[in-house]
């Protein structure tokens, strides 16, 4: 009887627990990030350069390419450390912009700066792409759009421009478009959550 009485909050109440649960590393990586791209910004008008304007296909190729540096170390020699030149080059990155349907043709003007931070302390984070050569591409004005993308230790900025080499258009040439799908494994890994408690609860009930 005991069950029956508090069977229908049950499932709002474990909905609620899973919902804080799931959404709160989202929450995070996207208020550093966002953070991070508004202290760029007030770094050019400072200089009265026009803000960045926030790239969400330059931001999918940055989260992909801070994975695959997640587990590479800090060091004097990586990130924005790194001399000019000499950036660890990636066998599949061609992979990497199909994942978010980008080809070369459309990228290649564009910049990508990655930065090692330990856990990314907000205070050292900005001064890492302000304070360091990447200042260098902050300062152009051919750059008009920025996407970032984090993961562990790692932060990436992608710098795109307003020409059809740099504009971060998305390919249709596998018939899809990554605006219109763009949902992580963090929110899928959600909805599947969701749609499991919805179930439970009619059984519940």
Not at 2 to 27: G, N, Q, T
Not at 64 to 77: S, V, Y
Not at 197 to 205: G, M, R, T, V
Request: proline fraction near 5%; include cysteine.
């Amino acid at each position: 009887m005991a069950s029956s009485r508090f069977s229908p909050l049950f499932p709002f109440f474990v909905f609620f627990i899973i919902l804080c649960l799931a959404s709160h590393p989202v929450i995070c990586d996207d208020d550093q990030e966002s953070a991070l791209l508004q202290g760029i910004n007030s770094y050019r008008t400072s200089f009265n350069l026009s803000a960045l304007t926030k790239n969400d296909n330059a931001k999918c190729l940055a989260g992909e390419i801070a994975a695959q540096f997640k587990n590479q170390p800090c060091t004097n020699t990586t990130g924005s450390n790194t001399v000019p030149g000499t950036e660890p080059q990636f066998s599949n990155y061609p992979s990497l912009l199909a994942r978010c349907h980008l080809n070369v043709s459309n990228t290649r003007d564009g910049a990508v700066m990655p930065a090692c931070v330990p856990h990314l302390d907000p205070s050292l984070v900005l001064t890492n792409f302000t304070q360091t050569p990447y200042s260098d591409n902050l300062n152009d004005t051919r750059f008009t759009g920025a996407g970032v993308g984090s993961d562990g230790n790692w932060i990436v900025v992608v710098l795109t421009t307003s020409t059809a080499e740099g504009s971060y258009v998305t390919s249709n040439t596998d018939g899809s478009n990554y605006n219109a799908a763009n949902l992580t494994d963090k929110n899928i890994g959600l909805i599947y959550h969701l749609l499991f408690l919805l179930i439970a609860s009619l059984f519940l009930l």
